[in-house]
């Protein structure tokens, strides 16, 4: 397996359900990050982790909650969410060294319906 | 907000180049330039970025303005699948995170 992988692809929940979103990174990366797409929307960064820290929290629900175990992986815990929480989940990770220069590499997003 | 202006479509005929124009006029010495694109529902793929020169690789071509102020992305020979929409980025200095505008989207005609 290489790259970014996320599981599950798809996930249908109803809204007092608890589900959760796995990333994993075989890149030996050191970062790793939460983006939503709403539909029509530009990607909005959720999360940020940096040496399984948390850096970064833009602003988000309670609702959403992540978890970084380790360097290699990241999980975003879901519970009582609401229908236009429906959207594209993707993960990214990036070998962080020069600031601006460290690149992105994205999975290929959870795709999340929320009933 | 975002740092950059793309055209919202672009149509590009199979086997052409597609020279996929991005303005970003306030963009600052250490700002590097990024170009993603998005296949309809899959994740972002990562294509090339630049800070002042030119930049190849065996996906696309990054012609960066003198004055830093404007790039193109150029797809020697597109094809059907290079169909998608492109972001081009402007990151650094003080701000790190990748923002995503809206992009220009191609479609690629045989």
């Known amino acids: 397996e290489t790259g970014v992988t996320q599981t599950p692809r798809h996930l249908v929940m109803g809204m007092t359900n608890k589900k959760s979103l796995k990333c994993e990174q075989h890149l030996g990366h050191n970062a790793m990050y939460w983006y939503k797409q709403s539909a029509k929307k530009p990607l909005e960064l959720m999360f940020v982790?940096?040496?399984?820290?948390?850096?970064e929290n833009n602003s988000v629900p309670s609702r959403f909650s992540p978890e970084c175990p380790n360097s290699s992986h990241l999980f975003l815990h879901l519970h009582t969410l609401q229908p236009e929480d429906s959207a594209l989940y993707l993960c990214?990770?990036?070998?962080?060294?020069?600031?601006?220069?460290?690149?992105?590499?994205f999975g290929p997003g959870t795709r999340l319906t929320v009933l | 907000d975002a740092k950059t202006t793309q055209p919202p479509s672009m149509d590009c005929a199979e086997g052409r180049a597609a020279n996929l124009p991005c303005n970003h006029s306030t963009i600052s010495g250490n700002e590097y330039v990024y170009w993603y694109r998005q296949i309809h529902s899959q994740g972002p793929q990562y294509i090339i970025h630049?800070?002042?020169n030119n930049e190849t690789n065996e996906m696309a071509s990054l012609i960066i303005t003198e004055d830093r102020k404007s790039s193109t992305l150029i797809l020697p020979h597109a094809t059907l699948r290079d169909t998608a929409v492109y972001y081009c980025?402007?990151?650094?200095?003080?701000?790190?995170?990748?923002?995503f505008g809206k992009g220009t989207k191609l479609s690629v005609k045989p």
């Open positions: 630049g800070l002042k």
């Open positions: 980025i402007v990151r650094g200095g003080s701000q790190g995170n990748l923002i």
């Open positions: 990214a990770s990036s070998q962080e060294g020069t600031w601006a220069a460290d690149t992105q590499y």
């Open positions: 982790y940096s040496l399984e820290e948390r850096v």
